[in-house]
């Protein structure tokens, strides 16, 4: 497997249950860090048991499109697979060159996508495209939104929907003993604090609430200076508190000090929500979840929690509100969501579909 997403050691916790299933060798590239605008996100080995995690260069770090790994035909003559798993979208020239060597030594192929969005590339990355799609032996599609853009866009191969990654029940699992002391807290997740994620209408919506509350933010990047200027036009300065980025090893000990958690993202043109892995990860942690209705996320939460429409203050203000004033409430959606992640979300679920698609190719 050939993922910059297994840098993040939380998600290494599906490395390690794919490893752990009979007569699977697993071998998985990574790079010693990522650059992008969000910052540097280096390597974690914290889950590395039952594989090998090898870390080789990777140039022009930090480009999405035109990333690659120089070293990759060596490794593969070394390691001899017969499958290479591409965690790539179909568009990147890692994963076109990725395809053309392993398809060198025989190996299979398959690619990882979460594109829920029909665009256009221009040369050469169109071509690229194409010549991905008609040549890979398998796909795995984030949502169900994006195996309808690539069978428009010509795929015609096998696939199935399955999330990148699940939740370690074990890791993010319902804080023991009786709730602290504290106001009703209000989470807001993620890496990057950009317009589309929303965080300025949690900001407005809890502006307007009856009770005690405080809102928690975890991310940086662009925004927080306008979302910090608007808590002071709103006079919540004192109740905002900015966390910056949350290590993943440290983001279950962070979720279970919230009371809810809200994923408010707004659709662009060229963007919509994909996932939403605090979701998951939210709800095994028995905290409630609040989301907007944009992309995956009502079908991510389910009736595990409360949808509102996208930029609706009102809507998300009215389900503050009701969890505020109602324990039990919070406590029943709590449940609820917890059962939801393990039914659906786990790492070993994600896990053994993903083995055996590897199964079904060596057949």
Known sequence: MISKACLVGA???KLEAIAQHDAIDLTVLVPPEWRDRTG???LERVHTEGYR?????IRWNGHFHIHYYPTLKRRLAEVRPHIVHLDEEPYNLATWLGWRQARAIGAKTL???WQNIYNRYPFPFNVLERQVLAGVDYAIMGNAAAAEVWRRKGYRGPYQVIPQFGVSASLFQPQPGPRPERPFTIGVVGRRLVAAKGVDLVLNAAANLHGAWKIRIAGEGPEQPRLADLAQRLNIAG???F????PSTNMPTYLNQMDVVVLPSRTLPNWKEQFGRVLPETMACAVPVIGSDSGEIPQVIGDAGLIFAENSVGQLQTHLQALLDDPVKRKQLGQRGR?????HYTQEQIAAKTVAIYRSLME
């Not at 966390?243 to 949350?246: A, L, S, V």
């Open 239 to 241: 109740q905002v508190q």
């Open 243 to 246: 966390d910056g980025p949350i």
């Open 111 to 113: 690619f990882f996508s």
């Open 53 to 57: 995690l090898l870390v080789d260069p």
């Open 339 to 343: 059962e939801r992640a393990l039914r």
């Open 40 to 42: 540097t996100i280096p």
């Open 11 to 13: 998600y290494q916790t």
